[in-house]
């Protein structure tokens, strides 16, 4: 059981979705 690098993939990925909309 992981939590952290479950919550760290998931910041990453919503963290390039939001710069994926931003450009």
């Known amino acids: 059981m992981n939590s952290w690098m479950d919550l760290a993939m998931r910041v ?4 390039q979705a939001g ?3 931003h450009t």
């Open 12 to 15: 990453q990925s919503i963290a």
């Open 19 to 21: 710069i994926d909309d």
